[in-house]
């Protein structure tokens, strides 16, 4: 319990606001969804013929474990955009082309990427943040479908498939509630830092956030101490949080020595089915080296606090206050 307002202090360090908190993020969303809404009304001058659509937030911004970026560039932004049309009625590649030709012009870099379309946003010739704009029509039963599928693709490469962006906002934000639901926030941006610091942005040799969310969802839980009969306020310990998840996450590595976490909403697909063998081996290696480090600092935090600093610093990295 003594290390913890150091955990604090680190989550203040990393966290990334939501959009309603965060200003400028906030100005860079809506300059893209300004110059798609007119490029769609350019493409579509018919208003009886124009379809229709919606934007929504998704992603870590909108359920709020968003860290920063740790070399403070490209920070991810995931935008929905849902258009109201029966989606086996068209080309998903089709569809995902109206919003690429309604945006590519507004920067220099705007790429058709198989699940979505990505608006570069540059400074000092290095990219600075970027949007992703997630396509959606809807099944038969209302339900969303995200259009997949690059502008060259051939048939058998372009699908609409099943996804709930907003279902698993919701399924996230209702997991906890109050305080619990504070600390299972950090934990998830504490874990989401460990990765930035420890993989390669590049390739599937790190594990994706969502993936290290997924697992919180399934194995975290609250750490805090409080009693019947005390009126001391309830103390939360990260620390003992963190450790106890990342031993969950060992423990549910299989034979053979892989770990597999699905997707709590649809498609629930598993989120580390893209990492080879020896990528999962690395992976589980550094996620035993962080819950060394974990017992390490706990060990010695009550006793010698700078020294349990200094084994958090070497996995959490070095905004980690010391």
Same mark, same amino acid.
């Given at each position: 319990?003594?290390?913890?307002?150091?955990?604090?202090?680190?989550?203040?360090?990393?966290?990334?606001? &939501?959009?309603? !908190?965060?200003?400028?993020?906030?100005?860079?969303?809506?300059? *893209?969804?300004?110059?798609?809404?007119? #490029?769609?009304?350019?493409?579509?001058?018919?208003?009886?013929?124009?379809?229709?659509?919606?934007?929504?937030?998704?992603?870590?911004?909108?359920?709020?474990?968003?860290?920063?970026?740790?070399?403070? &560039?490209?920070?991810?932004?995931? *935008?929905?955009?849902?258009?109201?049309? !029966?989606?086996?009625?068209?080309?998903? *590649?089709?569809?995902?082309?109206?919003?690429?030709?309604?945006?590519?012009?507004?920067?220099?870099?705007?790429?058709?990427? &198989?699940?979505?379309?990505?608006?570069?946003?540059?400074? %000092?010739?290095?990219?600075?943040?970027?949007?992703?704009?997630?396509?959606?029509?809807?099944?038969?039963?209302?339900?969303?479908?995200? %259009?997949?599928?690059?502008?060259?693709?051939?048939?058998?490469? &372009?699908?609409?498939?099943?996804?709930?962006?907003?279902?698993?906002?919701?399924?996230?934000?209702?997991?906890?509630? #109050?305080?619990?639901?504070?600390?299972?926030?950090?934990?998830?941006?504490?874990?989401?830092?460990?990765?930035?610091?420890?993989?390669?942005?590049?390739?599937?040799? %790190?594990?994706?956030?969502?993936?290290?969310?997924?697992?919180?969802?399934?194995?975290?839980?609250?750490?805090?101490?409080?009693?019947?009969?005390?009126?001391?306020?309830?103390?939360?310990?990260?620390?003992?949080?963190?450790?106890?998840?990342?031993?969950?996450?060992?423990?549910?590595?299989?034979?053979?020595?892989?770990?597999?976490?699905?997707?709590?909403?649809?498609?629930?697909?598993?989120?580390?089915?893209?990492?080879?063998?020896?990528?999962?081996?690395?992976?589980?290696?550094?996620?035993?080296?962080?819950?060394?480090?974990?017992?390490?600092?706990?060990?010695?935090?009550?006793?010698?606090?700078?020294?349990?600093?200094?084994?958090?610093?070497? *996995?959490?990295?070095?905004?980690?206050?010391?």
């Amino acid at each position: 319990m003594a290390i913890q307002p150091k955990f604090r202090q680190f989550d203040e360090a990393i966290k990334l606001r &939501r959009f309603d !908190e965060n200003a400028e993020l906030r100005e860079k969303r809506d300059r *893209v969804l300004k110059r798609l809404r007119e #490029g769609i009304e350019r493409r579509f001058p018919d208003r009886s013929t124009r379809p229709k659509f919606e934007t929504f937030n998704q992603g870590s911004y909108e359920m709020g474990t968003g860290v920063k970026p740790v070399n403070g &560039r490209d920070y991810d932004i995931d *935008v929905g955009v849902r258009f109201d049309i !029966e989606a086996n009625q068209y080309d998903p *590649v089709v569809v995902k082309r109206w919003v690429h030709e309604a945006v590519k012009e507004h920067t220099s870099d705007v790429q058709f990427r &198989r699940p979505c379309i990505t608006v570069f946003y540059k400074c %000092a010739g290095e990219t600075a943040y970027h949007v992703d704009l997630a396509v959606y029509g809807k099944d038969f039963w209302g339900s969303d479908m995200l %259009a997949v599928g690059k502008e060259h693709s051939s048939a058998d490469q &372009r699908k609409w498939e099943s996804s709930k962006p907003t279902e698993l906002t919701k399924l996230i934000g209702d997991q906890y509630s #109050g305080e619990d639901a504070d600390q299972f926030r950090r934990v998830i941006r504490y874990l989401k830092r460990w990765k930035d610091v420890n993989f390669s942005a590049e390739g599937n040799a %790190a594990p994706r956030g969502i993936a290290l969310t997924a697992c919180a969802y399934h194995w975290f839980e609250p750490s805090k101490t409080s009693s019947f009969w005390s009126s001391e306020p309830v103390q939360y310990n990260d620390l003992d949080a963190m450790t106890r998840l990342v031993k969950q996450t060992l423990a549910w590595f299989l034979w053979g020595g892989r770990l597999s976490v699905t997707l709590p909403v649809s498609p629930g697909n598993n989120l580390f089915e893209k990492m080879t063998d020896q990528q999962m081996a690395e992976f589980k290696g550094k996620l035993e080296r962080l819950h060394d480090a974990l017992i390490a600092a706990a060990n010695c935090a009550s006793t010698n606090e700078a020294k349990a600093c200094r084994h958090l610093i070497g *996995v959490l990295g070095s905004d980690f206050p010391a």
